[in-house]
């Protein structure tokens, strides 16, 4: 792993056209009206090459938890240099556990890791805004396109500790009919050597 390449800063201190966007320590309703505050300490990246040499767990990129498509802010958010939430570093780990448990290669969606509050989908409501959520599209051969896959992966992945929440298989708000969504709440990561005061 090459986890001291990461450089991690404190949003508060970015430039103001990244605070718009990324909104560091700001409140943010969820879907339910309840309030938290949107991670406020990021790791600066500053190309894909660096983002695919990062290795957050042994079987994992961080290029992999932040790959998103043109529904991404443009043109800032999608160019380099790239912020992503400290707390990504903990999804890898549950994605890594999950990986050994099912003995078989785990793939990440598109805009099923990482996006910026300004992203188009679900905008700051998004537990994705956290750098805690993944949507798992394959594990090994299996596509999780249904509830029978879904269901079972899901039942997996929620073993590996109450920390873990698994949406069901469903049509509704809250539910996933087409990927395996797992995430670790509404975390943030306050790296080593940064104070919390404003």
């Known amino acids: 792993m090459i986890a001291h390449r990461l450089r991690a800063v ?19 309703n969820d879907f339910h009206g309840r309030v938290h505050h949107l991670p406020r300490f990021f790791y600066e990246i500053h190309s894909w090459q ?8 042994p079987h994992f990129t961080l290029a992999e938890l932040m790959l998103v498509d043109c529904r991404e802010a443009r043109p800032l958010l999608s160019q380099f240099p790239h912020y992503v939430p400290c707390a990504i570093g903990l999804l890898a780990i549950v994605l890594e556990n999950l990986r050994r448990e099912v003995d078989a290669p785990v793939f990440i969606s598109a805009n099923g890791g990482y996006r910026s509050p300004a992203h188009h989908i679900g905008r700051g409501k998004s537990i994705h805004c956290w750098g805690t959520a993944a949507n798992i599209y394959r594990i090994g051969d299996s596509f999780l396109s249904d509830a029978k896959s879904i269901e079972k992966y899901g039942t997996i992945a929620a073993s590996l500790g109450p920390v873990i929440f698994v949406r069901r298989f469903g049509f509704g708000r809250g539910e996933t009919d087409d990927h395996l969504h797992i995430d670790l709440g509404f975390a943030r990561l306050t790296p080593c050597g940064f104070s919390e005061a404003s």
Do not use: Q
């Open 10 to 28: 404190d949003g508060l201190n970015l430039p103001e056209e990244y605070r718009l966007l990324l909104r560091p320590g700001e409140a943010e």
């Open 50 to 57: 660096e983002a695919h040499d990062i290795r957050l767990a």
